[in-house]
């Protein structure tokens, strides 16, 4: 891909979004794209493949904000329409006079050029670190509390599998290329100054291929479906985001791996709740007990349930405290459980509970419990 092919590429118009788009922006309209024309959802559709082609590589550049970065400056730098002096040449038409001015020979169009294209002229293409891949995985309450291993399929671009990355059909074997030796990268002089590019004859790959694989055409890469086992570490919570270091897509050129971001999504459970890295739990209690205190049983997550205490006079919604029954913490302590009473009253009541009851109310006729409410209504 020649400098120009690179500058004029919008890979904003390719995802849909607009220059402004955010980051979560551009990983929805990816997501959505992706699977509109992913190869499995479009089996011998080649246009549907292009496209599919299209839309990762705009997403490469756009997802990372340092590549975006260089995308974005270089785009307002020569994405003018323009010609520049004497027949125009990669810029799309820039002034020279003013890009020498704005940025210096070997400033900042040196660092941008070099942060796209590789390198300054004469240099080898350097190794690029592949991509950032991000997934999403469901788990139960318990697998996130424990943690597990799930397996996670993966579609992504890296050396094609027929050839090797060679891009040569089997049995044959590139050739260096005649006009950069190898280099992948063609120098142009504009007088002023010079800037390499990669080179067009070969496309910035340093090889030619004469007789290419059928399965990549000839380019070395292509999308792989393939299967990880990753490991979610105990106590992850909803929505969190986990780094997988060096699962990513493969780098090119020898460069490593990028890394694999999962999103989680943990279903709730019929009894627990959590906050942090305590468990939460309603537990009913009887008017009987509240009033005059028990021990209770309450359920735990994991083993059998526990013993706890209701002290004489406990208010409803009040909430005890059972350490070491929560969730495990990086460092191996582990949080609480945290357990509300409900008191329950009865829809029905006995003869004798209702004179019970009755007896009790004449008892505590002096105790008016609203009396402070309407006390401090009055004021």
């Not at 010079?194 to 000839?218: K, Y």
Request: net charge positive; glycine share 14%; with cysteine.
């Amino acid at each position: 891909m020649s400098t120009k092919d690179y500058l004029e590429k919008d890979y904003y118009k390719v995802l849909g979004v607009s220059k402004g788009a955010s980051a979560e922006e551009i990983k929805k309209s990816y997501r959505k794209l992706a699977r509109k024309y992913h190869p499995d959802a479009n089996k011998g559709d080649a246009a549907a493949e292009e496209r599919f082609k299209e839309i990762s590589e705009a997403y490469n550049v756009l997802s990372d904000p340092k590549r975006r970065a260089e995308y974005d400056e270089a785009r307002s730098l020569f994405g003018t329409g323009a010609r520049a002096p004497g027949g125009g040449g990669p810029f799309g038409g820039f002034d020279l006079g003013d890009l020498f001015g704005t940025t210096g020979a070997g400033g900042r169009l040196g660092d941008i050029l070099g942060g796209m294209f590789g390198g300054r002229s004469g240099q080898q293409a350097r190794p690029r670190r592949g991509a950032d891949v991000e997934t999403e995985v469901s788990l139960s309450f318990a697998d996130a509390i424990d943690g597990t291993t799930v397996p996670l399929r993966l579609t992504d671009e890296g050396p094609c599998r027929t050839c090797r990355g060679t891009g040569a059909r089997a049995g044959t074997v590139p050739r260096v290329c005649p006009s950069c030796q190898g280099s992948g990268q063609s120098s142009r002089d504009l007088g002023a100054f010079a800037f390499s590019e990669p080179c067009t004859t070969c496309r910035g790959r340093g090889l030619i291929v004469d007789d290419p694989c059928p399965a990549c055409s000839g380019s070395g890469r292509a999308m792989s479906a393939r299967t990880i086992q990753a490991r979610i570490p105990a106590g992850v919570a909803d929505g969190q985001r986990i780094k997988l270091k060096g699962k990513g897509a493969p780098g090119e050129r020898g460069g490593p791996p990028g890394d694999l971001y999962v999103r989680v999504h943990v279903g709730s459970h019929p009894v627990f709740g959590r906050s942090g890295h305590n468990l939460t739990v309603t537990v009913p209690v009887t008017f009987a007990e509240a009033a005059l205190g028990a021990d209770i049983k309450v359920p735990a997550l994991r083993g059998l349930p526990v013993s706890l205490r209701i002290p004489p006079g406990t208010p409803n919604g009040r909430v005890f405290r059972v350490r070491g029954k929560g969730i495990r913490r990086s460092d191996g302590t582990m949080g609480d459980l945290l357990v509300k009473v409900e008191v329950q009253v009865p829809a029905k009541l006995t003869d004798a509970a209702r004179e019970a009851l009755e007896k009790f109310r004449a008892a505590t006729m002096d105790e008016d419990p609203r009396a402070e409410l309407l006390r401090k209504g009055r004021a």
